[in-house]
């Protein structure tokens, strides 16, 4: 009796054990639905932020740009930390960096972006953002090797290349 009565308690823990494992599993899974929707959102109020920065700068009104700046890149970081290797909120933070005149971050950023896009067109937009980078901290060289490089990514982008590789060479003799 004694026996039936331990294996009953052993069947019975076994089972309490798989519910407790199951009810895990089930909470793990609505955390993991809940994140994306936090990660949802928060790319959504960043995209937000990001344009209304662009209006803000287009509008010559330089510190409400950087104050909704500041708030994508709040919300790209958060988006980031639930979702780390998302491509799309990481360019956004690069972008957002470079408005928000934090040039160094924003160069380490492109970098990041630049190391998953490999190649295409879709490189020679990236590089010039990280060539505007580095001709803000003074890293003229640097900026132009990346010149270059969207040149030949994308030939298409040769307006805009010459027009900052002039930029670039006007502020190397200005030094």
């Known amino acids: 009796m004694r026996m039936q009565m331990l294996g009953t308690m052993a069947l019975l823990a076994c089972v309490l054990a798989s519910c407790q494992l199951a009810a895990a599993a089930e909470s793990q899974e609505a955390r993991t639905e809940?994140?994306?929707?936090?990660?949802g959102f928060s790319k959504a109020m960043a995209k937000c932020h990001l344009m209304n920065g662009f209006f803000a700068h287009?509008?010559?009104k330089e510190a409400e740009c950087y104050q909704c700046m500041t708030k994508a890149i709040a919300a790209y970081e958060k988006a980031l930390k639930i979702v780390p290797d998302d491509l799309v909120s990481l360019d956004g933070l690069a972008l957002a960096t470079i408005y928000a005149k934090d040039f160094e971050k924003a160069a380490a950023y492109y970098t990041k972006v630049l190391e998953r896009v490999k190649e295409g067109e879709e490189r020679s937009?990236?590089?010039c953002n990280r060539a505007i980078a580095y001709m803000e901290m003074g890293k003229c060289e640097e900026a132009m090797k990346d010149l270059d490089g969207a040149l030949k990514a994308n030939p298409d982008s040769k307006e805009r290349v010459e027009y900052l590789k002039a930029v670039c060479e006007k502020r190397m003799k200005s030094k």
Do not use: I, N
Request: proline share 8%; glycine share 8%; aromatic share 8%.
């Open 34 to 39: 809940e994140q994306m929707k936090e990660f």
């Open 125 to 127: 937009p990236r590089l």
């Open 58 to 60: 287009d509008a010559g």
